[in-house]
């Protein structure tokens, strides 16, 4: 059984962040203002990770990776 | 190749830094990829299998070229205004109120100057981590480190990144 004033380590930090640590463990939070502020600190940079967003390359990538790809025939020879 | 086109573009483009380069590589990529599927092996994911010849070439480029910490303001070789516009990170839109978005805005731009510091192998580790969700297991077949050292790095990255967060804040 995990002590209950055992620290969080950062790996159950990081659940804790993603909302993923046991219930029982997370209960350490409440009462361990060291934790809390980790955990809090934590949480703000992971959230701010999760929410970046995606690019996308130019119009027309596909296509132009497609230029290149060496597509079978059906007499077994590669064509671009 | 719809699916891999925008995660692997914004890992390749927040590693280096210059969209027409993260396209090149972006291409390469997809092209080596293609090119060689017979080469893929079933017993590895196909996302890290492709993730892995995307990291390769920021890489390889960065050893090259030395850009591991670089401007958000727009690639090295940006010498006018305008070059530096083109070559910038643009940062997305989202629909939330005018504080939030500003907000959102500064932290989103904060994060990406923050990223941007990080050593490369930080930078990948992070970035597989917490923006395209790979487990740890996944980083460290994707990256082929131990799976201890990708925890080390991930933690290393998080901890700097707040260091620099809150430098800013001061």
Redesign the interface.
């Given at each position: 059984m995990t002590n209950l004033l055992m620290h969080l380590t950062?790996?159950e930090i990081e659940l804790w962040a993603q909302g993923l640590l046991p219930a029982a463990r997370a209960m350490h939070l409440a009462d361990c203002s060291l934790c809390r502020v980790e955990a809090d600190?934590?949480r703000k940079?992971?959230l701010?990770?999760?929410?970046?967003?995606?690019?996308?390359?130019?119009a027309g990538?596909?296509n132009?990776?497609?230029a290149?790809?060496?597509i079978p025939t059906p007499s077994g020879d590669w064509t671009a | 190749m719809r699916r891999y086109e925008r995660p692997l573009f914004s890992l390749l483009y927040r590693m280096v830094r210059d969209r027409a380069l993260a396209e090149d590589l972006a291409q390469e990529t997809f092209i080596k990829v293609l090119n060689g599927i017979r080469s893929y092996r079933p017993e590895f994911k196909f996302s890290s299998w492709i993730f892995k010849i995307a990291n390769n070439a920021a890489i390889d480029h960065l050893r090259r070229r030395s850009l591991d910490t670089l401007s958000l303001d727009g690639a090295p070789s940006a010498v006018s205004p305008e070059e530096m516009r083109a070559t910038s990170l643009q940062l997305g839109d989202r629909a939330e109120s005018p504080l939030d978005e500003v907000q959102s805005r500064e932290l989103g731009t904060a994060i990406e100057r923050a990223i941007a510091r990080l050593r490369p192998e930080y930078r990948s580790c992070i970035l597989l981590r917490h923006v395209e969700g790979f487990s740890y297991e996944e980083i460290a077949a994707t990256l082929e480190l131990p799976l201890g050292t990708v925890k080390t790095y991930i933690h290393r990255a998080r901890n700097e990144l707040r260091g620099y967060l809150e430098d800013r804040r001061e």
């Open positions: 950062t790996d600190r934590e940079i992971i701010a990770l999760v929410q970046l967003p995606r690019f996308a390359p130019a990538f596909a132009r990776v497609m290149h790809v060496k | -």
